[in-house]
């Protein structure tokens, strides 16, 4: 087998049809089981039916599309792809995903004594990723955010999403959600950007307060700033609502002197084993993420003083590239004391704790050095 050769498994794969979860214009989603690893998925089927029969190959390469979308986003937040079956011949195709166990947040918070503050902030979490990630989800509505059995938001349905990029930069509207008052971007121009995406989670959230007389939300004035239908007058960006919530959660939280210390330990290594950024700074903001990657490195480095590998470390917390300190060692005791601290923190301080290390490290000088090969700089 030689590089670029196409490898094809042809072995079969058996799931055990459970239900059938919705069905809708462009197809129908199947709950099945894999009996092999006894895990349920969520299956949607392409194959429009009715008067979309007529828009079969458009709504084909939208299909297409969704796939496309899911497959670049990993986020706790947001529904998880696994695998997708296309068959461009007939038209028809199957994506399977994560299946969520829940209901949309509309029914979960009019039936359920919730703290809509989480709620909140876990959907803004999400929607930074996707940000991130240049994609419009455009079809913002409680049906496609849902809320699991454990209490945990899950974006959903990426049908009507977009992928902005340098040959896909119009923002064209596609809007399918029954708001009552749109932004002025859409009123005017008929168009759809990130703003409006803001507008329309907000008015989304502002709708659910009302209806259901939470008394007790500590974001309003965020969510007033994100529903102004003036664009001037809204946020920017998911990223800058991000800051505004971190920054009002500091208010309300008290760190002890050892949290503290623990915190500037890891922060002040960190930034002495980081030599500079080769590429733009890019932090792990997925908390989960980066549990699972800190515990990763206590298991490969438990019998050890020092980590061994420092990369490994910065990797923890950061995504783009670097060029890195292999003679300053940091102590595995550091990383410890870190990790318990961030493991029994709540989400509250789990997001104080990440927005201090980003504002730490983005300090750190960008630097592009393609043919520096110093050993005592190796670039990652």
């Known amino acids: 087998m030689r590089t670029g050769d196409n490898v094809k498994f042809n072995q079969s794969k058996h799931f055990k049809f459970i239900r059938e979860l919705g069905s809708g214009g462009t197809g129908v989603t199947n709950l099945f089981k894999d009996e092999t690893t006894d895990t349920f998925f969520a299956i949607k089927k392409y194959q429009p039916s009715g008067g979309n029969i007529e828009y079969e190959e458009e709504y084909y390469n939208r299909f297409v599309d969704e796939i496309k979308i899911l497959f670049q986003l990993s986020h706790s937040n947001i529904v998880r792809v696994y695998n ?171 760190f002890s002197e050892f949290e503290k210390r623990t915190y500037k330990a890891m922060a002040e290594n960190l930034s002495s084993i980081i030599k500079n950024f080769t590429s733009k700074f890019s932090p792990v903001t997925d908390a989960n993420e980066v549990l699972t990657n800190l515990e990763d490195i206590l298991k490969s480095n438990i019998l050890e003083e020092v980590v061994q590998n420092n990369s490994l470390l910065i990797n923890a917390f950061v995504n783009n590239g670097y060029s890195y300190s292999i003679k300053i060692r940091v102590p595995v005791s550091v990383v410890e004391k870190f990790y318990e601290l961030f493991l029994n923190s709540n989400f509250q301080k789990r997001k104080i704790i990440l927005e201090n290390l980003k504002s730490r490290l983005s300090q750190i000088e960008n630097k592009i050095q393609p043919f520096d090969i110093d050993n005592d700089d190796l670039p990652f």
């Open 84 to 254: 997708y079956y296309l068959y461009p011949q007939s038209t028809l195709g199957y994506l399977q995903m994560e299946y969520i166990e829940g209901v949309p947040i509309d029914e979960y918070v009019e039936n359920n004594f919730v703290d809509l503050n989480n709620l909140f902030r876990s959907a803004i979490d999400a929607f930074v990723c996707l940000e991130k990630n240049n994609v419009l989800h455009r079809d913002i509505r409680p049906a496609n955010i849902m809320v699991d059995n454990s209490g945990q938001i899950k974006v959903i349905d990426f049908g009507f999403g977009k992928i902005l990029n340098s040959e896909n930069s119009e923002n064209s509207i596609l809007l399918n959600w029954p708001a009552t008052e749109h932004p002025d971007e859409v009123e005017c121009h008929n168009d759809y950007t990130v703003q409006t995406e803001i507008y329309y989670l907000g008015y989304l959230f502002r709708k659910l307060l009302k209806e259901n007389s939470i008394n007790d939300f500590k974001f309003a004035n965020i969510l007033e700033k994100m529903c102004e239908t003036n664009i001037k007058n809204r946020y920017e960006s998911f990223e800058k609502i991000s800051v505004e919530i971190a920054k009002g959660m500091l208010l309300t939280l008290n």
